[in-house]
T-cell receptor, first 112, second 114 residues
Framework: GDSVTQMEGPVTLSEEAFLTINCTYT??????LFWYVQYPGEGLQLLLK?????DKGSNKGFEATYRKETTSFHLEKGSVQVSDSAVYFC???????????FGTGTSLTVIP | DGGITQSPKYLFRKEGQNVTLSCEQN?????MYWYRQDPGQGLRLIYYSQIVNDFQKGDIAEGYSVSREKKESFPLTVTSAQKNPTAFYLCASSQGQVLNQPQHFGDGTRLSIL
């Protein structure tokens, strides 16, 4: 079945450091891939998405590239800020209207 | 602005009591979902509905029930059969039969046991 595996956290970085959060997936079809962010006490917000191989999703300085050959969708940001502290979830969907498959989340703390 | 509204934000349940969590969306989405989130864990699917008057069990449906009488509403009842209900509950919606569309989330309801 479909699944998503995310890098274990928590991750602690200094401000302006480079961020990578690894995400790999298993899917029977050709899924769409998503990154969500969750701030404390809130729901999930869509950060970016990619719908086919080699697509790059980007938003707010975050990027992720859909790599079919390595079944990966790693999240990157060149220079993190304190305000980026949150939990990040990788997710996939391969059927319209059907359930999403979420990773377990990676907690990021950025210190000044 | 369109969105998903969950209420209440905090809810307390007594032993043996059923409680209902509200989820309303004005995005005109066909599909709606309920997830449970425990501290430090990911999201687990409780129930989902792709169309009015139809819904399917997710991975952890035992002790929960739902209804989908209106397109915009998908309430979740946590029954007394759910022995460990303390968690953060998230409702989501999506456009349904359209590929590549993301799920949109409400701000959640935190349920605790008295």
């Amino acid at each position: 079945g479909d699944s998503v595996t995310q890098m274990e956290g928590p991750v602690t970085l200094s401000e302006e450091a480079f961020l990578t959060i690894n995400c790999t997936y298993t899917a029977t079809g050709y899924p769409s891939l998503f990154w969500y962010v969750q701030y404390p006490g809130e729901g999930l917000q869509l950060l970016l998405k990619a719908t086919k191989a080699d697509d790059k999703g980007s938003n707010k300085g975050f990027e992720a590239t859909y790599r079919k050959e390595t079944t990966s969708f790693h999240l990157e940001k060149g220079s993190v800020q304190v305000s980026d502290s949150a939990v990040y979830f990788c997710a996939l969907s391969d059927q319209p209207g059907n359930q999403f498959y979420f990773g377990t989340g990676t907690s990021l703390t950025v210190i000044p | 602005d369109g969105g998903i509204t969950q209420s209440p934000k905090y809810l307390f349940r007594k032993e043996g009591q059923n409680v209902t969590l509200s989820c309303e969306q004005n995005l005109n989405h066909d599909a709606m979902y309920w997830y449970r989130q425990d501290p430090g864990q990911g999201l687990r699917l409780i129930y989902y509905s792709q169309i009015v008057n139809d819904f399917q069990k997710g991975d952890i449906a035992e002790g929960y029930s739902v209804s989908r009488e209106k397109k915009e509403s998908f309430p979740l009842t946590v029954t007394s059969a759910q022995k460990n209900p303390t968690a953060f509950y998230l409702c989501a919606s999506s456009q349904g039969q359209v590929l590549n569309q993301p799920q949109h989330f409400g701000d959640g309801t935190r349920l605790s046991i008295l």
